[in-house]
C-alpha cells in the first residue's frame, strides 16, 4: 500500500460553508489511503478574540464535520481537521479523525491547547 502525507493550508474565513467547500476540493485530487492534514480550526475559521464563536454557527460546524467524515470513508482517506467549538469553559478546539474504515463512531477526539 502507497500513501502520502498532504499538508491542505488554504486561506480560512469565518464562513463554514466555504471553508467546508474548499475543504472538499482539495480532497479530490487526494489518493485512497492518503493522510490529509487541514490547518488548525480550518472548519470554523480562528481568531485571538473568542468573541467570533457568537457568530459562528455549530450546527453548521456539526454538519460540516459529518461530510468531511463521509467524503473521507467514501475516498478511503484519513483526514485530520479542526473547528473552534464554544462550551461553558470559552473555546475548545478538537482535533478530529474522519476514519477511513467508516465504522460507527468513527470521529475521534482530542483537547488541543487551552480551552
Known sequence: MRA??????????????????????LLEPCNAHDVVV???????????????????????????????????????LHVFVGACRGGRAGMAEPSLLPRADRRTGGVQQGQLGDP
Open 4 to 25: 502520502s502525507i498532504v499538508c491542505a493550508p488554504f486561506p480560512m474565513t469565518f464562513d463554514v460553508a466555504e471553508n467546508l467547500h474548499r475543504m472538499v476540493e
Open 38 to 76: 487541514f490547518p488548525e480550526a480550518s472548519l470554523s475559521g480562528y481568531s485571538d478574540d473568542i468573541t467570533f464563536l457568537a457568530g459562528i454557527d455549530q450546527n453548521q460546524v456539526s454538519d460540516g464535520l459529518k461530510t468531511l467524515h463521509a467524503v473521507a470513508g467514501e475516498r478511503n
